[in-house]
């Protein structure tokens, strides 16, 4: 029976890295794997990047894209062994569902990656969705500059100052954004005075 898998962290936890492995391992058995990202993250020309140098190709969602229609389209030769998804913050409540279709009812395992919060520490929606239906819910660790593990992800400014308001997506990596324990977030942005 598959499941709908979701592995959350904050950033630099290597999330993109783990999911490249896994793909990795069903290909090396044979297996044919289907990738996504989201189309919003443009940074690279390769979909799917680590920051340790890995890389592959991959179908790039946004808002409208029907992920059950998707991989049903491709028929009994072209089902893959499983579907990754990169970004999985990204991700709609309704495209959440129909990953969880994949599973139920194609029998296909769906691995999600992605933040569970934004700068604010506030769940993304497809976060929200996946940490609610998920069949198995793994937290990555990344580590804090005191040691501790991060679980939250600092916006900051090009000088380095921290970022409290705005958008609640803005793509960037090392030079906009800072894992953080939950204290030096807070403490960044003034929260307990």
Known sequence: MAKLYFYYASMNAGKSTTLLQADFNYRERGMRTMLWTAAVDNRTDRPIASRIG??????????????????????DEGRPA????????FLTAMQVWQCA????EADI????????TDFRGDL?????????????????K?????????????RTTETGEAVGEGAQTEIGGNERYTALC?????RALGMWG
């Open 109 to 116: 395992p769906v691995l999600c990656y992605g933040l569970r």
């Open 82 to 89: 499983c579907v990754l998804i990169d970004e999985a913050q």
């Open 54 to 75: 890995l890389s592959a190709d991959a179908h790039r969602f946004s808002p409208g894209t029907d992920l059950w229609h998707e991989v049903a389209a491709l028929g």
């Open 124 to 140: 993304f929606p497809g976060s929200a969705v996946l940490l609610g239906i998920a069949d198995s819910l793994e937290e990555l």
């Open 101 to 104: 279709r994949l599973a139920d």
């Open 142 to 154: 990344a580590v804090c500059h005191c040691g501790r593990k991060a679980t939250m992800n600092l």
């Open 182 to 186: 939950r204290r030096h977030f807070a």
